[in-house]
C-alpha cells in the first residue's frame, strides 16, 4: 500500500452526509420562517388594497391629475425620465403608476396592491442583504427582514 492510498484512508467519509443533512434542515426552517414573514406581512398590508386614492396627500398631483400617466405613450415615458414630478426625479415610480393606471384603469386596488408586492419583495431583499453580509447569522437576518416587513 503507497502513501496516497493510506491517506485516503484517513479521510473521513462519514462526515459529509451528516452535513448536508444539518444545513438542509436548517435551511428548510428559514425557509419556512421566511414564508411565515412573507405572508405575515401579506396579511397585515392586505386591508390597504380596499383604500381609495388620498386626495389631501399626492396621489392627485401623482396619479389623478397626472395625464402622463393616464397614456403610456413612448413620448410620455420619456418625459418621466426626463423631468421631475413635484420636484423629484423618479422615473421608475412614474413608469409604474402608468403601468397600473392601464391595468386597472384608474382603479387605487392596483395601485396599493403592486405596493404591497414592492414592498414584500424588499423584505425578501433586506433578508438577503443581511445573509451577505453576515453568512453565519441567518436567524438575524430573518429577524431583520421580519422587522422591515410589519414596520409602519
Known sequence: MNQKDR???????????IEIIGKSSNSRWLWYGLAIVVLT????YFKAVKF?????WDDQVYIIENNHVKDLYWANIKLF????????????????YALEYKIGGGNAFIFHLNN???HIA???LVY??????????AVV???????FAVHP
Open 7 to 17: 491517506n485516503k484512508k484517513k479521510l473521513p467519509q462519514q462526515n459529509k452526509p
Open 41 to 44: 406581512t401579506f396579511a397585515i
Open 52 to 56: 381609495d386614492f388620498i386626495f389631501n
Open 81 to 96: 425620465f426626463t423631468q421631475f414630478y413635484v420636484n423629484n426625479y423618479q422615473p421608475l415610480t412614474m413608469l409604474f
Open 116 to 118: 404591497i408586492l414592492l
Open 122 to 124: 424588499n423584505s425578501i
Open 128 to 137: 438577503i442583504l443581511i445573509r451577505k453580509i453576515s453568512p453565519k447569522n
Open 141 to 147: 437576518a430573518l429577524i431583520t427582514a421580519a422587522f
